[in-house]
């Protein structure tokens, strides 16, 4: 099963006047195209999909994503707006009505794919909460011996210097990862938000975090061979051996 990743786009609406709106935009672009001809069962998109939430981004976000031949599954990060982000894509059954926290799972791959939503409204840093614990262990307790991708916003760990506490509350990320250190059919958690690309162990299984496909906010990303280039990650999931990623960039 190949999976494509991308994350942290930050979609400005065009007529916003920010320098990064188009460039931005191209960035996606070319991501979308690139992803098209390497033929992926799904793509996840990781959160902060755009700046400020507003349903002008989003409707650009809908245009950038329209030519992906593949099915995507969003979660939110906490550039994003929930309630903005339902509406414009409300054709997309698997993301939960209502108030609910914009947590799912999609059974219908080889692997297991469940998002989870790290956002509170108002909060930059991440959030998982008890309902949210709650439901996760009870998702994953439905089928302890499917092998299971889980992908969220905010890394649940410090990385360096970087990034240090990163949820509001650390119980939560602790909470996290007794989670997930108890279901053994977890192969790997993939992240955004820092738009660093890291690869740990965590929680015994690995995580991974992606540079921002927004490469004007992109960092820890070797430049002389990126030249300014758009990124995202490609994970080839095999039954058995578990999962190999690849960066790639969007216009090879």
């Known amino acids: 099963m190949l999976i494509a990743q991308i994350s942290d786009t930050h979609i400005l609406a065009p007529d916003s006047g920010e320098p990064a709106a188009?460039?931005?935009?191209d960035n996606l672009a070319h991501c979308v195209a690139a992803i098209n001809l390497l033929q992926p069962d799904v793509v996840v998109c990781t959160g902060d999909t755009v700046q400020n939430g507003q349903p002008q981004?989003?409707?650009?976000?809908?245009?950038l994503l329209a030519p992906l031949r593949y099915p995507i599954y969003l979660i939110p990060g906490n550039r994003d707006a929930n309630a903005a982000l339902r509406r414009a894509f409300a054709d997309f059954a698997y993301l939960p009505d209502g108030g609910e926290p914009l947590c799912y799972a999609i059974?219908?791959?080889?692997?297991?794919?469940?998002?989870l939503d790290s956002t509170a409204d108002g909060q930059r840093k991440g959030f998982f909460g008890i309902e949210r614990q709650e439901w996760l262990a009870r998702t994953l307790a439905e089928q302890p011996d499917r092998p299971t991708l889980l992908f969220i916003h905010h890394p649940p760990f410090d990385v360096g210097d970087h990034y240090v506490g990163g949820y509001a509350d650390s119980d939560d990320s602790t909470a996290l990862a007794d989670i997930v250190n108890r279901n053994r059919q977890v192969v790997r958690l993939l992240c955004g938000h820092v738009h660093w690309?890291?690869?740990?162990?965590?929680?015994?299984?690995?995580s991974s975090i992606m540079p921002s496909v927004a490469v004007d906010v992109r960092k820890g990303v070797e430049e002389t061979e990126a030249q300014g280039r758009p990124v995202f990650l490609i994970h080839r999931y095999t039954p058995g051996k578990g999962i190999v990623s690849q960066q790639v960039f969007a216009d090879h």
């Open 107 to 115: 059974d219908a791959y080889p692997l297991r794919l469940i998002g």
């Open 57 to 63: 981004e989003y409707a650009r976000l809908r245009e």
């Open 22 to 25: 188009d460039s931005r935009a």
């Open 197 to 206: 690309p890291v690869l740990t162990c965590w929680a015994g299984t690995q």
